[in-house]
């Protein structure tokens, strides 16, 4: 099903994947803690906008068992977790901004003598009118922040003067993780004023500052531990600080271990989605179908606090080109404020928004113009001399769209196949095939330029051992696997050698979060320099060691390599210690063999206030062909087959990075398709299970799915030449969003434009089947 | 509160336990018994990641009150050893990178051993059936799909 064809050299299980078979493997949830472990509940507003008037919380610390019950007032320091804008608090004090917004605190022996005290805890609230939808944020003008905008060119008159143009509204829906273990946190206290916390989180460092700050101590006395998440897809970046640090009030106010867990229901209720986008758009083109002009503005929901809205409003922005020149461009984008939670990162942060409302542009040019879409994407390409840079001023280097787009087509039979469903529908009156081609092209590097750093601290034994710390964390995603092979390769030993520590706030401080898709090539350079320290450092040391009595031609430090479990002398192969027989060796030549190594990502910077930069170190590319066929009567689709071709340049690991491709693959499916939420007109999430929210089954994925890797396209300037992976195969589902509207369109046998959003549901599709048949 | 006493079997050993009538297997296994393979995703039985075998068959775990297992046999992830060796099912599974975040791992671990039980050589189709209640956030279920086909006899 798979293929990565000349990618075969890294082939290496996941390093905990004999852990994970056996049950071993510990997630939060998992830790051994004494008898004293205590219970932690949060209890939160029932109301999306209300102020609170009075609360009791007498009976309820009065309760058998009960340890702690805290509200804002019990807050040692700071009533804030916001991760860059300081408006989010802890626990809510006078008011509240969301159904499900933490008050209170409640610590326990056990999880029913802490519903015990919720149900004693009294509150006098007064409900105020609450904004729910986009739409009224809009009318309302509920801003978080002035809006932004990049411009090229003049898209106003380009679009007025273009032969074609149109005009329309795309929405898209937001999207809940659904990572497999909810939040989830630990804390224990140690002596004095010490806050021991494992958390599931993405940015450990961010959850020791945010937590030595609700607590009011230095970071020095909080040490955050993540060995591994049960999934997080940017729902772990920013919002595992708030278990976190609810946890870590209720340890402190106790004196006791305290776990919170989150209920699935109450995690879906309680944390931010991916931004719901309300997004408009007018657009000129030409008979063959080339963009001339584009305006858009972005309209997103940011939920009740800022979160990290804007620098994900501003990747929808960057990434509204997605594949394809556009001369003249103005992109304006605006973050409201509602009354439901705070939204999140989310895979793509952002950058999903953006590009579909481009790919329903070059759809809608397709159709009105009688061409075939694919072609038209072709056509609109970045060139690879020329129109080849962005709308804020980036060169696309090493552009290998025409390499993928000829491969892909070729290897999916993609012209043959949208014949064969046009004779299918032609035939069918009630079942109707559709195909779409998309491209991706995402920019790989955080847009706020300087989080582009990262540190590791690497550690040999004198068995020759080596333990290796980095900033990154394990998700799934495979980073340690990664970070394990990278030093392996880089000091020649083999793969058991080395082992990945527990991500740890104590080892490597002040790192950035695990997101941006960029963990592997910042991690792994950092990896690398301190690799590089200690080799050189052992070079110097080892080399008169293997030298001998061969004073007249001595063995020089730059000769020395590391292969093969030995250190050798490249000119004198008969010169040669085991890795592990050098390290006692150092010991007694005083070397020391720990390393801290650090990397920033040269050569780029962005002014997002001008709109224009070099924000991203290089783009990842990928293109994806998918069928679907679709039942008119009952808007249920199947999607029939998905080829995918994705560029990770050297892939550090094939079948992970192809797991990688799947899995993000599927999970953008879910985001075009099945994934709804809804909220009722208080403010309730109703899809708050997961009976009620639907994530793709192993049944909704294709029922036939290849998957390959691009070769021969080393990236210069990476960690052995990789690309990273995480994110960019979402978007590819866009190529399954399009399949199913190609064949919604196939219904009135393409002449009209059917009225499309995201996700496309049965409900989505039906009611815009009726709207194609009444007109 | 009374408690029910139950003689029961879990992965070999036979334990005989007073629980109270409210818990869940999934709660007596992961709190009472320290088996914390098994994992607790949603507690409504809709995620699959607390599927273990009872008597052979797949169950969501936390949809059986611990009483149920009376005079049962129970087997979890922690079982599928075999003489201190990983099973071929557990060696496919790392083979074919079917395990990410390893979160779903131990339940999908479970439907597949039932399945194979069944019919040592599944088709896709019966492959995908089996597994359809456990939800897999991360890999898009092929390397899973493959796994459990190339499953050594
Ligand atoms: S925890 Fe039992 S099915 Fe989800
Ligand atoms: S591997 Fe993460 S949920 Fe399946």
Known sequence: ??????????????????????????????????????????????????????????????????????????????????????????????????????????????????????????????????????????????????????VRGDAASAIRKAPHRFSGELET?????????????????????????????QHPSETQALVASVLGIGKHDVVVEVRRMGGA????????????????????????????RLFRDDDMIMTGKR?????????????????????????????????????????????????????????????????????????????????????????????????DAAEVRRRNFYGTDSRNVTHYGQTVERNHLPLLFDRLTASSGYAKRRADAGIFNASHEFVKRGIALTPVKFGISFTTSFLNQAGALVLIYKDGTILVNHGGTEMGQGLHTKMQQIAAREFGVSLDRVKVNATNTAKVPNTSATAASAGSDLNGMAVKNAAD?????????????????????????????????????????????????????????????????????????????????????????????TEAELDLLTGRHTILRADILYDVGESLNPQIDLGQIEGGFVQ?????????????????????????????????????????????????GTIHSSKAVAEPPFMLALSAWLAIKDALSAASNHTKEPEFSLPATNEVILLSLEKLKAR | MTKIPITTTVNGTV??????????????????????????????????????????????SCLVLAPQIDGRNVSTVEGLMRANATDPLQDAFMDHDAVHCGFCTPGMLMSARALLAEDAHPDEASIRTAISGNLCRCTGYVQIIEAIKHVKP
């Open chain 2, 15 to 60: 334990h005989t336990l007073e629980i109270a009538p409210h818990q869940t297997l999934l709660e007596l296994l992961r709190e009472g018994l320290g088996l914390t393979g098994t994992k607790c995703g949603c507690e409504i039985g809709e995620c699959g990641a607390c599927t273990v075998l009872l008597d052979g068959e797949p169950v969501n």
């Open chain 1, 275 to 371: 931004h719901r986008f309300l997004s408009r758009y007018e657009a000129g083109f030409d008979d063959r179908g080339m963009l001339l002009g584009l305006s858009a503005e972005l309209h997103c929901d940011g939920g009740c606090a800022t979160d990290l809205t804007f620098a994900i409003l501003q990747r929808a922005m960057l990434h509204i080109d997605n594949t394809y020149f556009i001369p003249d461009i103005t992109v304006v984008g605006k973050a409201y404020r509602t009354n439901l939670p705070s939204n999140t990162a989310f895979r793509g942060f952002g950058g999903p928004q953006g590009m579909a409302v481009v790919e329903q542009v070059i759809d809608r040019v397709a159709r009105t113009l009688g061409l």
């Open chain 1, 173 to 201: 829906g937001a999207q809940e993780h659904w990572y497999l273990e909810s939040q989830v946190a630990l804390c224990v206290p140690g002596e004095g004023k010490e806050l021991q916390v494992y958390s599931s989180s």
């Open chain 1, 533 to 625: 320290i200690l080799k050189a450092r052992i070079a110097e040391a080892i080399a008169p060691v293997l030298t001998g009595g061969n004073t007249s031609d001595p063995t020089r430090p730059e000769d020395i390599l590391f292969e093969k479990n030995s250190i050798v002398d490249g000119r004198h192969a008969g010169r040669s210690i085991s890795f592990a027989d050098a390290m006692p060796v150092m010991q007694r030549l005083q070397v020391s063999l720990s390393a801290s190594g650090f990397y920033k990502t040269p050569g780029i910077g962005w002014d997002s206030v001008k709109g224009t930069g070099k924000p991203f170190f290089y783009f990842a590319f990928g293109m994806a062909v």
């Open chain 1, 1 to 150: 099903m798979t293929g990565a064809a000349g990618h075969t050299t890294n082939v290496v299980p996941h390093e905990s994947a004999a852990k994970h078979v056996t049950g071993e493997a510990v997630y939060v949830d998992d830790i051994l803690v004494s008898g004293e472990l205590l219970v932690g509940r949060v209890v939160t507003s029932p109301h999306a906008h209300a102020k609170i008037l009075s609360f009791d919380l007498g009976a309820a610390r009065a309760v058998p068992g009960v340890h702690a019950v805290l509200s804002s007032r019990d807050i040692p320091g700071v009533n804030d977790m916001g991760p860059v804008v300081h408006d989010e608090v802890c626990l809510a004090a006078d008011r509240v901004f969301c159904v499900g917004q933490a008050v209170f605190l409640i610590a326990a022996e056990s999880a029913e003598q802490c519903r015990a005290a919720e149900r004693l805890i009294h509150v006098v609230y007064e409900p105020l009118a609450p904004i729910l939808t986009l739409a009224d944020a809009i009318a309302q003008g509920t801003l978080l922040g002035p809006p932004a905008s990049i």
């Open chain 1, 233 to 260: 897809f940017g729902g772990k970046e920013t919002q595992a600080n708030h278990t976190a640090c609810w946890t870590a009030l209720l340890a402190r106010a106790s004196g006791r271990p305290v776990k919170i």
């Open chain 1, 668 to 716: 953008g499916l879910g985001w075009c398709t099945t994934e709804e939420i809804k909220w009722d007109d208080k403010g309730n999430l109703l899809t708050h299970s997961p009976d009620t929210y639907k994530i793709p089954s192993v049944q909704d994925i294709p029922r036939e799915f290849y998957t390959a890797l691009l070769d021969n396209v080393p990236n210069p």
